[in-house]
């Protein structure tokens, strides 16, 4: 009995590892090599796959995060911004770290997140109870009036859209805003989309490139913010700043 209960559990292993690889049944994927993983990018992951499942997971900084490219960007804003960053909104995964930046600074700031908090430290969660961040899908309305903030920044957020999300996030963040949108994207000539961030993030990150992005934009009926992008970028050469991810200025 004991030879024939190993002969089947070997015959399962057997079967299961040639019909197509490594199962993640907690991601409704299948990844049996490189090139399948590659062709599954070249297509909308969410018609492959279904909606993406949001896990809770620690969303803490790292090096190569657009959100940390905002932390180094924010002395940079300020000069381009002047007033305008008095009352800002900020979307995109360590929303806290970003809104805590701004508080300390004397600045309005509040604060999206689109993924969970279940696991944030305690100074999160003391944002959070104050109402100064606010977990909240960002394929949906967001829960503010309009022209609620002079300036919304996003990071790490819409890389993780398809563009029939894009169509209806974009909009509301514009909406939201009176004097602009500064939007941090990831950039495809410095940066990998990673499979392993699906547990972060529900997909792996659509790295688009600067001219997608610029007909996208165009198509949706937002300019280039030109003013405070000259002033930006000045502001920038001065302090030998260039950023790994791409930075569009937008007025809303």
Request: hydrophobic share 35%; aromatic share 10%.
């Amino acid at each position: 009995m004991a030879l024939l209960a190993l002969g089947v559990i070997i015959l399962i292993v057997y079967f299961n590892s040639g019909s197509g690889g490594l199962q993640i049944p907690s991601f409704g994927v299948t990844v049996t090599s490189r090139e399948s993983v590659s062709r599954a990018e070249d297509h909308d992951w969410e018609e492959l796959y279904g909606p993406p499942l949001i896990t809770s997971f620690v969303l803490h900084l790292h090096p190569g995060s657009c959100t940390s490219e905002v932390i180094q960007a924010l002395p940079y804003l300020k000069k381009a911004y002047g007033s305008a960053m008095q009352k800002v909104l900020h979307v995109g995964p360590d929303s806290c770290t970003v809104v805590s930046n701004l508080l300390k600074e004397g600045k309005e700031a509040w604060g999206v997140e689109p993924y969970d908090l279940d696991d944030a430290d305690s100074s999160c969660k003391s944002l959070v109870r104050k109402g100064f961040v606010r977990l909240s899908d960002i394929k949906f309305s967001l829960p503010y009036r309009p022209d609620s903030f002079n300036l919304v920044v996003v990071s790490d957020a819409l890389d993780y859209l398809t563009p029939r999300y894009l169509n209806k996030t974009l909009p509301d963040l514009a909406r939201v805003s009176t004097d602009g949108l500064v939007i941090f994207t990831g950039n495809p000539g410095q940066q990998k989309a990673k499979v392993s961030e699906l547990p972060k993030f529900g997909r792996p990150a659509k790295l688009r490139s600067n001219s997608w992005w610029t007909r996208y934009f165009i198509q949706t009926g937002l300019t280039e913010n030109e003013g405070p992008l000259k002033k930006f970028e000045q502001a920038a050469s001065k302090g030998n700043y260039e950023p790994d991810c791409q930075i569009f200025h937008l007025s809303s």
